[in-house]
C-alpha cells in the first residue's frame, strides 16, 4: 500500500491503535466504537475518524470497528504484517539494551545482526532469548552481512562522532531504513529513511507542558 500526504501524527496515532487493538483482541473483545478508542488512546472520535480516512472507509455507522479486521488493516498499513529484519551499531549501554529487548520480535521487528568497533568489550553478553552470547561483528563487516542477512533497518546507537561514518556505511550496504539514537543530524541519500530518536526533545514536550499548567 502507498498513500501520500498522510501526516507524522497520523502515523503515529495509528501505531497506538494498533497496540490498543492488539490487547483488546487478546481479552477476547469482538467490537469497539470510535469513542472507546478515541478516549482510550487519548484522542477524541473525530480524529480517529479522521486518521483512518487516509485510508480508506472501516467500521460500521451505529456499531463501530471489528476489532480483528482493524487491527489486521491497520498492520498493514503500517507494514506490521511482515517481519522486519534489523542491525544495531555501537553496542554500548543504549545498543545493549536494545539488542537484548525481548519484545521487539512480538512487535514484527527481528535483530539478525550487531555490530561495534570493539567487539571484545561487549563479548560475554547474553540473550535472553537463547542463552547463549550474543555474536558481535565489526562494521567494517556491514555490507557483506547486510547482503546476507537481508537487513532493512539499522539502528545506530554509537557515539555522535561516528554516528556519520556509520550512516556512510550504512548506504554502502544498500540499507534503506536507519533509525537514529545519536544527536548528530546524519545526511543520508535520497530514497534512505532516517529517524531520528531524541530523548531530550521528547523531554522538552513533558516539561514545556507541565510549564504551561503553571501559567
Not at 189 to 200: I, M, Q, R
Request: aromatic share 8%.
Amino acid at each position: 500500500m502507498k498513500f501520500s500526504k498522510v501526516p507524522e501524527a497520523t502515523i503515529r496515532r495509528l501505531s497506538t491503535y494498533a497496540r490498543y487493538l492488539e490487547v483488546l483482541e487478546e481479552k477476547g473483545e469482538a467490537v469497539v466504537s470510535s469513542a472507546q478508542l478515541a478516549s482510550d488512546c487519548g484522542v477524541n472520535a473525530a480524529q480517529v475518524r479522521k486518521d483512518l480516512a487516509y485510508f480508506g472507509e472501516f467500521g460500521i455507522r451505529g456499531v463501530g470497528y471489528y476489532i480483528k479486521d482493524l487491527y489486521d488493516d491497520i498492520k498493514t498499513i503500517l507494514g506490521l504484517n511482515r517481519e522486519w529484519r534489523m542491525a544495531i551499531i555501537g553496542i554500548g549501554n543504549l545498543g545493549a539494551s536494545l539488542l537484548l529487548y525481548k519484545d521487539f520480535l512480538e512487535q514484527h521487528y527481528k535483530i539478525v545482526a550487531a555490530f561495534d568497533i570493539n567487539p571484545s568489550v561487549v563479548v560475554g553478553r547474553v540473550s535472553e532469548k537463547t542463552g547463549k552470547p550474543v555474536e558481535i561483528l565489526h562494521p567494517d563487516q556491514l555490507k557483506e552481512v547486510a547482503k546476507d542477512r537481508k537487513i532493512d533497518i539499522a539502528i545506530i546507537t554509537t557515539p555522535p562522532s561516528e554516528a556519520q561514518k556509520v550512516a556512510d556505511q550504512i548506504a554502502e550496504s544498500n540499507i534503506k531504513g536507519i533509525l537514529n539514537f545519536t544527536p548528530t543530524l546524519i545526511k543520508v541519500s535520497k530514497g534512505t529513511v532516517v529517524k531520528n530518536v531524541y530523548f531530550t526533545t521528547v523531554l522538552d514536550n513533558v516539561a514545556y507542558l507541565l510549564q504551561s499548567k503553571r501559567r
